[in-house]
């Protein structure tokens, strides 16, 4: 087990310096991002497991949600847990490594290798911080297409994300219809609700009245503002689940002890449960890097970028869709996913959907639930046969 | 797991303690009404108390598509015949997607379906077929004008709350409509209710009046007046006796509506 400083400093260590591989970009090839700045240089962190095959037509991408990384399947290197995504990828899973090969890189302006607010600046010498350009959904596919690009991929036979990730294969299907072969977007919506950002926004305020935020320039100080940060997740954590969960995991069951204690402590189980989802989270996370990727999660509509209606951006999409919701999920509910099934019958693309019965509330795409799994697999093998992959 | 790559949350506890169950069995309207749909069950199977005719054919083909052919539901290969080759085809409640995938394999069409059970589009999914989980009397409202050729619903109708305007909506989405249905104008269905006084539960209609999912049963000859109501042009309409067989013989409609065991119907949009 790991010291919270000891991870703490690893995880400082992989923004620059990721434990998995880096596509770098010079000078040459700089990131046109939506904020209107070229990025360069810039770089890419990312995994890839299982192999390329001959004809270049078995590649999958994989993007993560929020505060995911490039490690969906292997053991993550700063905090020794197994990826997060590994129970629907690997060898002989639904997403089958020994048919496919799978690529999962870092979002742009995340701090896991990924050029982001925590990466140094070659300018200065620092911390980006503040000075990193906003970020967009559209800058992070951007980003993962230069990536495809430079691992010699014409076209992706699946495109598979939730939440944020889910976002960016929606992305990803508008921008590039032609390099997606299918296309599953889960437990997402097509643009961040009102809701979902005012959830961000308390978060953001929370980091930024730390005062060890430092304005940012908390890395120049050899601070982090950890309390804010902390707060911010665990209030984003509770958006994750569903009442019904929390009171089938928690109930109002006390914390090693037999009466309430007529004090602020963490009486209820629920609120040790949270403050050690804050806790633990804060020592990985960087804290501009939850301001920059929550901001890209607000700012995206898709239908925005197409005249305000969604349709118009999957128009003459050939792309087959697999739309996936939950029914207790009430950050992305039902109601998103079927705007999206909307959209792609209005533009006659191939689409199925499927709501999942779960109580497990948004974080269930991550978990096992019966009928994800088998309709995952069922699709992907569906798909797989249509593009002759062996 | 929470949404993250590694804090113990809620979900990791979860991951070990719930192992992946067996999907629960959805009791749905547009599927499970299909069950007894075979019109190949023997005639007078279901009249006798107790009498075990099996209802289903053999469903595990040795070899996708020939024997999958060869056991196809005679209505299924009857609509088939309906539909041109290439066409956009919309199969409302489609079940486990086997009339799609016939219609893929001799039509070649372009097909999507509407599917209550998520079991049932979990199958569908498998089969590569493009299948929305959702509800016909609400769904079909979302799809454009004209999106499709031809707008199926097969032993369907009688399960929607609201045939009238499932039926229009099918109109507007599609050149043509395809409906079969069960004729509760049917002669044993007439035994059953004139003589024995009882709700009729039949290798047709298997279920019990009190957990029926079929809610609006119609005959025939009703169908035909609903068909005038919302102004739809009949092009083809095929009763099938209770063995699947077209009744071939030229009738009138009072007939068809005691032979018939099902109404099979080609509809154009405007009389």
Same mark, same amino acid.
Not at chain 1, 178 to 185: I, K, S, W
Not at chain 2, 28 to 35: G, Q, W
């Given at each position: ?87 629907? =990828? ?188 804050? =806790? ?95 309709? =995952? ?14 | 797991?929470?949404?993250?790559? @590694? ?37 007078? @199977? ?39 080759? @290439? ?97 509760? @104008? ?86």
């Amino acid at each position: 087990m790991l010291s919270a400083r000891r991870i703490t400093e690893e995880a400082r260590i992989q923004a620059d310096e990721p434990a998995s591989p880096v596509m770098r970009f010079g000078a040459d090839a700089p990131l046109a991002m939506d904020a209107g700045v070229a990025l360069a240089p810039w770089q890419i962190a990312y995994q890839t497991y299982g192999s390329l095959n001959a004809e270049r037509s078995n590649a999958v991408l994989i993007c993560h949600a929020l505060t995911g990384d490039q490690h969906v399947a292997n053991v993550h290197p700063v905090t020794g847990k197994p990826g997060w995504w590994e129970t629907l =990828i690997g060898p002989g899973k639904p997403i089958d490594t020994d048919r496919f090969f799978v690529i999962c890189a870092n979002v742009l302006g995340g701090c896991m290798g990924t050029t982001g607010p925590a990466s140094t600046n070659p300018e200065t010498g620092q911390a980006y911080g503040l000075d990193f350009p906003l970020v967009t959904i559209g800058d992070m596919v951007r980003a993962q297409a230069m990536l495809v690009d430079r691992l010699g991929i014409e076209s992706l036979f699946a495109v598979v994300g939730g939440s944020m990730g889910g976002m960016q294969v929606l992305q990803w299907a508008a921008t590039y219809p032609e390099r997606v072969f299918a296309a599953l977007p889960i437990a997402t919506g097509a643009r961040h609700s009102a809701q979902n950002i005012a959830f961000h926004e308390v978060g953001r305020q929370a980091v930024m009245a730390d005062p060890d935020w430092r304005g940012g320039r908390y890395l120049d100080h050899g601070v982090r503002p950890h309390k804010g940060l902390a707060v911010a997740r665990m209030g984003a954590h509770v958006t994750y689940l569903s009442e019904s969960a929390l009171h089938r995991k928690f109930g109002r069951r006390l914390q090693d002890r037999a009466a309430p204690t007529f004090s602020f402590d963490a009486d209820f189980q629920i609120e040790s449960y949270l403050r050690h989802q804050g =806790i633990s989270f804060v020592e990985r996370f960087d804290a501009n890097s939850y301001l920059y990727v929550t901001r890209a999660m607000d700012y995206f509509d898709l239908a925005a970028e197409h005249g305000g209606a969604l349709a118009g951006a999957f128009r003459g999409a050939r792309t087959r869709f697999c739309v996936i919701s939950f029914t207790s999920d009430w950050l992305f509910p039902t109601s998103d996913s079927r705007a999206i099934v909307h959209a792609l019958n209005a533009a006659a693309a191939p689409v199925s959907f499927v709501e999942i019965e779960s109580d497990k509330g948004h974080d269930a795409f991550l978990l096992e639930e019966p009928g994800l799994f088998g309709t =995952i697999r069922g699709f992907v093998e569906a798909a797989a046969r249509a593009r002759g992959i062996a | 797991m929470s949404e993250e790559t @590694g804090a113990p949350g809620a979900g990791e506890a979860e991951r070990a303690a719930d192992a992946p169950g067996p999907d629960e069995t959805e009791s749905t309207r547009l599927s499970v009404k299909a069950a007894g749909a075979f019109p190949g069950a023997t005639v007078l @199977g279901g009249l006798l108390p107790g009498g075990d005719v099996p209802r289903e054919r053999p469903r595990q083909a040795l070899d996708r598509g020939s024997l999958d052919d060869f056991y196809a539901r005679a209505d299924h290969v009857l609509i088939a015949d309906m539909v041109e080759s @290439g066409a956009r085809v919309l199969d409302v409640g489609c079940g486990d997607g086997s009339l799609l995938a016939l219609l893929a394999r001799r039509r070649g069409v372009d097909g999507r379906g509407i599917e209550l059970s998520r079991q049932n589009v979990g199958e569908c999914l498998a089969k590569g077929l493009a299948v929305i989980q959702g509800d016909a009397d609400t769904d079909l409202a979302d799809y454009p004008d004209d999106a499709f050729d031809y707008v199926i619903l097969s032993q369907t109708i009688q399960a929607t709350r609201r045939p009238r305007w499932v039926l229009e909506h099918m109109l507007r989405i599609g050149r043509r409509a395809i409906v079969t249905f069960p004729n509760f @104008g049917h002669w044993r269905v007439r035994i059953e209710l004139g003589l024995k006084g009882r709700m009729p539960v039949t290798d047709n209609l298997p279920y019990s009046w009190y957990d029926t999912p079929n809610i609006h049963f119609c005959t025939i000859r009703d169908f035909v007046s609903l068909c005038r109501e919302v102004g739809a042009g009949m092009e083809r309409a095929v009763a099938l006796d209770a063995s699947g067989q077209p009744v071939r013989v030229n009738l009138p409609w009072w007939a068809w509506n005691l032979l018939g065991d099902q109404g099979v119907f080609l509809l154009r949009r405007g009389g």
